[in-house]
C-alpha cells in the first residue's frame, strides 16, 4: 500500500525558514520521483519542487528558486523540502506526491504527472 505523509509545516515569520518531510511508504524512491505542491486559498495548485526518481535530479518552480532546497535520503525513504527566506506568498498546504512516468532521470512540478498523494502540511508565513 502506498502512502505519503508529510510533517514540519506550521507558522513561520517572514524571512525565516521550515524543512518539511516526505515520508513514503510502499514504494521507495529509486522506484519514484518525488514532488512538492502547494495550495493556497483561492489559487489553483502549483508544483514547486521535484527530485527524479534515478539520479535524484531536482527541479524547482521559479518563485522558490535559489531559497527552496529538495533532497533525499534513501535509507530513511524520505524526501526533504528545506524552505527559507520564506515569504507571506509561500503560504499553502504543501503536499507531496509519487511519480514512475519518464525515463526517470528527470522529474516535473506536473501535478498529472504524479499517481500518489500525502493529505498535506500546512505552512503559514506571517509576522
Known amino acids: 500500500q502506498r502512502q505519503l505523509v508529510e510533517s514540519g509545516g506550521g507558522l513561520v515569520q517572514p524571512g525565516g525558514s521550515l524543512r518539511l518531510s516526505c515520508v513514503v511508504f510502499g514504494l521507495t524512491l529509486d522506484h519514484y520521483s518525488i514532488g512538492w505542491f502547494r495550495k493556497a486559498p483561492g489559487k489553483e495548485r502549483e508544483g514547486v519542487s521535484c527530485i527524479s526518481r534515478r539520479a535524484g535530479n531536482p527541479k524547482y518552480e521559479d518563485s522558490v528558486k535559489g531559497r527552496f532546497i529538495i533532497s533525499r535520503d534513501l535509507a530513511k525513504n524520505t524526501v526533504y523540502l528545506q524552505m527559507n527566506s520564506l515569504e507571506p506568498e509561500d503560504t499553502g498546504v504543501y503536499s507531496c506526491?509519487?511519480?514512475?512516468?519518464?525515463?526517470?532521470?528527470?522529474?516535473?512540478?506536473?501535478?498529472?504527472?504524479?499517481?500518489?498523494w500525502g493529505q498535506g502540511t500546512q505552512v503559514t508565513v506571517s509576522s
Open positions: 506526491a509519487a511519480s514512475n512516468t519518464g525515463t526517470g532521470y528527470e522529474c516535473y512540478n506536473i501535478a498529472g504527472e504524479y499517481d500518489y
